[in-house]
């Protein structure tokens, strides 16, 4: 593997659910360091590995649509939650 395709793929390896813009989809793949009382709350709302979600606003707090839902996230939270971005 030459360096720039290692560079790619751990750029998006890195992606976090805070980097994304609005009016943007992903797809969640993994929680970083997350407590685990807020990763079973955060289940509780459907917002599992590979869930596809939309970013309604990112400033000033996060807020994501699942299916009907919208949620509200700290920035902190959405730090730690991995994704990549859907096409």
Not at 15 to 25: M, P, R
Not at 61 to 82: D, G, P, Y
């Amino acid at each position: 593997m030459n360096t720039l395709t290692q560079k790619i793929i751990k750029s998006i390896a890195d992606l976090t659910l805070a980097d994304i813009k609005e009016n943007v989809h992903i797809k969640i793949v993994g929680f970083n360091d997350l407590d685990s009382s807020i990763k079973k709350h955060l289940h509780a709302y459907g917002l599992t590995n590979g869930r596809i979600v939309r970013v309604i606003s990112n400033r000033p707090e996060m807020i994501i649509q699942i299916e009907e839902t919208e949620l509200a996230l700290e920035h902190s939270v959405a730090r730690k939650i991995l994704v990549h971005q859907v096409y």
